[in-house]
């Protein structure tokens, strides 16, 4: 099975802009996680979607959203960038309706820079 | 909320020898789930070993054995014959049993460097 696949690998933005990042799940898997990682706040979570329903949102302002399509693909979007937003984002499914649910697989990640 | 906390930022072994990582976490849930991820230099982060928490028998993969000690609330890692390849940072996490939901809770991370 192919892996968890994001999207584009690397983004250059500038303050004030906004950006989509992009996530396909492995084949099967229903759920989908994004996550922040920074070297100041860790790994931080930012939403989980399954079934195109956002189920749980993390602790990050209005600006960070997302969405989940019928195929389970999933994209996140950040508007009015600021500099504070420069992160890895690793998205991450799982196979949602056994007790192996909880283990979710992550992607290689997008490096986004806002300057 | 849930907390994990890992309290050795860095590590440093010889090539083929055992090293332990340390994870504490605090919950008020009975059932949950525990994870040690590796990710190495490349970003990619791997799922190295899972424990259940209503499962009393430690979790082992190859090399990699956890000592779960749900009173204490201590999920550690243990790393045996240890390799160059085994440098990398690693996280602990935990998730509840609210059906995966509501994310993963990482640590800060252990960077682990192996040396020849």
């Known amino acids: 099975k192919a892996g968890v696949t994001q999207t584009p690998r690397y983004l250059i933005k500038t303050r004030g802009q906004q950006v989509t990042l992009s996530c396909s799940p492995i084949?099967?898997?229903?759920?989908v996680s994004w996550y922040q990682q920074t070297p100041g706040q860790g790994l931080q979570f930012l939403f989980e979607?399954?079934?195109?329903?956002?189920?749980n949102k993390g602790n990050f302002p209005g600006r960070f959203s997302g969405r989940q399509f019928s195929n389970s693909r999933s994209e996140m979007n950040v508007s009015t960038l600021e500099l504070g937003d420069s992160a890895l984002y690793l998205c991450?499914?799982?196979?949602?309706?056994?007790?192996?649910?909880?283990?979710?697989?992550f992607g290689p990640g997008t490096r986004l820079t806002v300057t | 909320a849930q907390t994990v906390t890992q309290s050795q930022p860095e590590m440093s072994v010889q090539e083929a020898e055992t090293v332990t990582l340390s994870c504490t976490y605090d919950t008020s849930e009975n059932n949950y789930y525990l994870f040690w991820y590796k990710q190495p230099p490349s970003r990619q982060m791997i799922l190295v070993i899972r424990?259940?928490?209503?499962?009393?028998q430690n979790a082992t993969e190859n090399r990699f054995s956890v000592n779960f000690q749900k009173a204490a609330k201590s999920f550690s890692l243990k790393i045996s014959d240890s390799q160059l390849g085994d440098t990398a940072m690693y996280f602990c996490a935990f998730s509840n049993s609210g059906g995966g939901a509501d994310g993963l809770t990482f640590g800060k991370g252990t960077h682990l460097i192996i040396q020849p």
């Open positions: 979607y399954f079934s195109e329903t956002q189920r």
């Open positions: 991450a499914s799982s196979f949602y309706g056994t007790s192996y649910s909880y283990e979710q697989y």
């Open positions: 084949s099967g898997h229903r759920s």
């Open positions: 424990q259940e928490a209503y499962k009393q």
